[in-house]
């Protein structure tokens, strides 16, 4: 299996490692940590160093209970950075983390080839146009509510076939709209409980049925520190067994903070089950 990257193909037969680059300062776990060009530098060279195949970079928080900042405030902290890592680190694959079609057009323009929406194109109508245009890949999320009100007792009659049906919808909007490269991404802690995340990831095997890549974003998630008692900054040991049994359901994708470790779970996860 293969996505296309602005007409480079990746091989996610082996799954792979995406770097979370948070650009706010106010995201859950390591908001603030990139607050000039020196460290933003510093944090890429060190994914891709680690073994990172795509750099995600995002400028306005998506944890629970955050306000959505403005479109140019947005920009202002994205575009300056896709700039500075396509300067240095030419090669990287890039991905823009929003919700805003303006936003996804600048960075593609920028040297984004992938865009990832935790609202799969439903809370800006120019969305799946945009992604169409640029040929990018899009990573279609799902989430219920909004992020200011996601958490707030979530309720679905039976959460994996609402999710799956919230898929059967988007992806043919997708195809209509006319985009080819498309990766699916349940959406833990996304509106849904502890309960409701766990059926997820140990049922993530059976979303394959879409015949699409899979994405997982569980790194340091509120689902681990819930269960272990943990804050996010404790959670990594918890993080690598959620992602391992992830792999083992034919995860293609990892979305994490901790590169190194994410890598070393999908190399012993492949020893294993080559």
């Given at each position: 299996?293969?996505?296309?990257?602005?007409?480079?193909?990746?091989?996610?037969?082996?799954?792979v490692?995406?770097?979370?680059?948070?650009?706010?300062?106010?995201?859950?776990?390591?908001?603030g940590?990139?607050?000039?060009?020196t460290?933003?530098?510093?944090?890429?060279?060190?994914?891709?160093?680690?073994?990172?195949?795509?750099?995600?970079?995002?400028?306005?928080?998506?944890?629970?209970?955050?306000?959505?900042?403005?479109?140019?405030?947005?920009?202002?902290?994205?575009?300056?950075?896709?700039?500075?890592?396509?300067?240095?680190?030419?090669?990287?694959?890039?991905?823009?983390?929003?919700?805003?079609?303006?936003?996804?057009?600048?960075?593609?323009?920028?040297?984004?080839?992938?865009?990832?929406?935790?609202?799969?194109?439903?809370?800006?109508?120019?969305?799946?146009?945009?992604?169409?245009?640029?040929?990018?890949?899009?990573?279609?999320?799902?989430?219920?509510?909004?992020?200011?009100?996601?958490?707030?007792?979530?309720?679905?009659?039976?959460?994996?076939?609402?999710?799956?049906?919230?898929?059967?919808?988007?992806?043919?909007?997708?195809?209509?709209?006319?985009?080819?490269?498309?990766?699916?991404?349940?959406?833990?802690?996304f509106?849904?409980?502890?309960?409701?995340?766990?059926?997820?990831?140990?049922?993530?095997?059976?979303?394959?049925?879409?015949?699409?890549?899979?994405?997982?974003?569980?790194?340091?998630?509120?689902m681990?520190?819930?269960?272990?008692?943990?804050?996010?900054?404790?959670?990594?040991?918890?993080t690598?067994?959620?992602?391992?049994?992830?792999?083992l359901?034919?995860?293609?994708?990892?979305?994490?903070?901790?590169?190194?470790?994410?890598?070393?779970?999908?190399?012993?996860?492949?020893?294993?089950?080559?």
């Amino acid at each position: 299996m293969t996505i296309n990257c602005g007409g480079q193909l990746i091989d996610i037969s082996v799954p792979v490692v995406m770097g979370i680059m948070n650009l706010s300062p106010d995201s859950f776990y390591d908001g603030g940590k990139i607050n000039d060009e020196t460290s933003l530098l510093q944090q890429a060279e060190r994914m891709l160093e680690e073994g990172a195949s795509m750099l995600d970079l995002g400028g306005m928080s998506s944890r629970p209970g955050a306000v959505l900042i403005n479109e140019e405030d947005e920009l202002k902290r994205v575009l300056p950075a896709i700039i500075a890592i396509r300067k240095h680190f030419p090669e990287a694959l890039l991905s823009i983390d929003t919700i805003r079609a303006k936003v996804a057009e600048e960075a593609c323009l920028a040297g984004a080839t992938i865009v990832n929406d935790i609202s799969a194109g439903r809370l800006d109508e120019a969305m799946l146009e945009t992604v169409a245009k640029h040929r990018a890949v899009f990573i279609a999320m799902h989430m219920k509510g909004m992020p200011a009100d996601m958490q707030i007792q979530p309720e679905y009659l039976n959460v994996l076939n609402e999710v799956m049906d919230f898929f059967t919808e988007r992806i043919a909007t997708c195809r209509k709209a006319g985009i080819m490269n498309i990766v699916i991404d349940p959406g833990f802690g996304f509106g849904k409980n502890v309960v409701h995340n766990f059926m997820l990831l140990r049922n993530l095997r059976l979303f394959h049925e879409f015949n699409l890549p899979v994405m997982a974003g569980l790194s340091r998630k509120s689902m681990i520190g819930m269960v272990l008692g943990v804050t996010p900054d404790k959670a990594l040991n918890g993080t690598t067994s959620a992602q391992t049994i992830a792999l083992l359901n034919g995860v293609n994708l990892l979305r994490v903070h901790d590169v190194k470790e994410a890598v070393e779970v999908v190399k012993i996860v492949q020893a294993t089950f080559p």
